[in-house]
Structure formats: C-alpha cells, structure tokens
C-alpha cells in the first residue's frame, strides 16, 4: 500500500461526494431552512452513512449482493420508498411558512438531523457496490489495518467536510433569504428531484 494508492482513493471519492444526489439537495435544503448548526449535524450523518457503507464493502457486502440479488433489490425499493417519503413531506409542507424565533419555535435537533442524514444516506445501497468496486479495483488484497482505518477516516471526512461547506454556503443570510422569498416554489422543486432520485434508486 502506498501514498500514491491512497490519495487516489481519497480522490475518487472526494469527486463522488461532490457529485449531486439527494444528499446535496437535502443539505441545500436544511441549510438555508434551518441554518449552519442543524445542517452541520446533518453533515455530519451523512460522513457517518458513507462511513458504514465504506466499511460493508471491505467486509466483502457486495459480494454478498451478488451472491443474494434479492437482498439488493430489497434495500434498493426501502432506500427509494424512504426518498420517496421525505419528497411527499416536502411537497405536502411546502407552503407552510418557516416558523420564525419569535413564534418560540426551535429548528430540527441535531440529533434528529444526524439521523436523518444516515437514513438518508443508508437508502442508496448502491455506495457500498461503488466503494466495492473502487476498493477492489486500487487496494492490494492485504492492505495492512492501520491502511483500512485511514482510508475510512478519509471517507468520513470527504462526506462530512463537503456538506458542512454546503451548509455554510447555503446558511448565509442572501441564501436563507431567497429560500424564504421562494420556499413554496422552492420546496416542490426539492420534493420532486428527492423523488426522483428515490425512483431511480429503486429502479435501476
């Protein structure tokens, strides 16, 4: 195993990461509904969902899917029905206002939004078949632990540290006020790309 190995993987995947999916329409979205802090904790959920399916694919996960094709099937419908799910509250919520600090009301907890973030990001199983292939493609097959650990540590970073840059972007006050100008229109637009994100999860 060597730096050059390493940085490679820590490449692919930075790119990835960046790449838009229902994470970063959720991140946007959190961001400029209920600021930094609660987008950062979903962040923060979302390095933890790229971490468990880092970790699944070394441990040999997809080729468990390949072995038992239902099962893949099977978590591909539940993570597109969830997506699908989030989109229908979007949608069904999108012309309530944003409840304001004088109304006593307080944003999504953080704990909530680290939850949120890891079944969010748990619902695409189709991670653990890209870190699989990426792994399998560039790791020598006995790449020493200490290897093991860094390169999930870099993956934990890459996810998290991309979305709390996200989150800042999109927490500062022109941002947040656009969203609030635009909410209603902006929300179904959101709904509908988290849907159809969930659709082709579901079915491709």
């Known amino acids: 195993m060597s730096w050059v190995i390493f940085l490679s993987i820590v490449g692919i995947h930075l790119v ?3 790449s838009p999916g229902p994470s970063f329409v959720m991140s946007v979205r959190t961001a400029a509904s209920d600021g930094f802090g609660v987008a950062t904790a979903l962040a923060l959920g ?10 699944a694919a070394m441990a040999g996960l997809a080729f468990l899917f390949e ?3 239902a099962l893949f099937t099977t978590l591909k419908i539940a993570g597109g029905a969830f997506l699908l799910f989030i989109a229908a509250k979007m949608w069904r919520h999108a012309d309530a206002p944003l409840a304001a ?3 006593g009301a307080t944003p999504r907890s953080a704990g ?3 939850r949120l973030g890891l079944i969010t990001f748990a619902a695409n199983p189709k991670t653990a078949v890209f870190f699989a292939a990426v792994f399998v493609g560039l790791l020598p097959p006995d790449i ?3 290897w093991r650990i860094a390169i999930i540590g ?3 970073a890459n996810e998290t540290l991309w979305y709390i840059a996200v989150a800042r972007l999109f927490s500062l006050p022109r941002p947040r006020a656009a969203y609030t100008r635009f909410k209603s229109m902006i929300d179904r637009l959101f709904g509908g790309l988290i849907g159809l ?3 082709k999860i579901a079915l491709t």
């Open 112 to 114: 909530s939004a680290i």
């Open 144 to 146: 020493p632990l200490v």
């Open 46 to 55: 979302f390095g933890l969902g790229a971490t468990i399916w880092a970790i």
């Open 67 to 69: 072995l038992v094709p």
């Open 16 to 18: 990835a990461a960046m």
């Open 197 to 199: 994100f969930g659709v």
């Open 154 to 156: 870099a993956v934990f």
């Open 101 to 103: 600090p004088a109304d």
